[in-house]
């Protein structure tokens, strides 16, 4: 009971401060805007819950070019941390909001408060945890090599071997660009804002393959022609949610929350309806 009572209490602390919070949204980063949609709610019979316009405004920082996690349909962000993160706003009787941005200044804007967290495939890394707090994992990834068709890189080791040349294309301030940067040198790097821009870099011939995590590799392999993904992955790791250091009360709430659409079987509905 005692912690029951500990729990509401959390929450309505966590509430009136994101009210607060969301009182004072001038300076918020990035380009777009949108609500995340499809957690039907208005569409479940009998249910009581307050106006959406009435609810508090939880903010999420996202990088929306990243199928099938998250990209636009239409003017909508939509995907599996949209859909994964509108269920956990709607458990904390909240409205979430998605602001999308490069991927490169999620951490800066949930360190500055311009969003309350942030939820972009990202991987939970020991640099990353300088910075921010990480929630429970709700995904795993793996880093995956895209190359042409007729490519001779076969293996990820073709990439390291002795005076191997390659050049690689990664999305600016990822995992795939962390790593290929340790591995082969900034100079045989080079970054772009998405995986769209890299592979349309691959499929110019600009660089020789593209890092990239592997749902996103194989919703592009599938959208541009000519193009394959190896066999042999890069890296495995492990996707959550990110808040500002210290935020212990929201990343509470999330970790419940994350921990019970696990148990309740919508976050594997979720990603049974995008990755089949
Ligand atoms: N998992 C990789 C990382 O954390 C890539 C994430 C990119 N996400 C995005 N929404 N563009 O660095």
Redesign the pocket.
Known sequence: MKKFLSVILALVMVLSLTALFVGCDSDTVGENETTAGDTNAATDAGTTAPDETEKPVLKMG?????QP??FYEGEKIVGIDAEIAAAIAEKLGMTLEIVDME?DSILTAVNEGSVDFGM????ITEDRLLEVDFSISYAN?VQSIIVKNDSPIATADDLSAEGATYKVGV?L????DIYATDDFGSDRVTTYS??NEAVLALAGGSVDCVI??NEPAKALVAANEGLKILDTAYAN?D?AICVKKGNSELLDKINAAIMELTEDGTIAGIVAKYIK
Do not use: C, H, S
């Open positions: 996202t990088n929306a070019y990243f996690y998250e991927f972009a495939g990202m991987t990834g999305q301030g990822t995992t795939g998405n995986g990239i995590d790791e996707y």
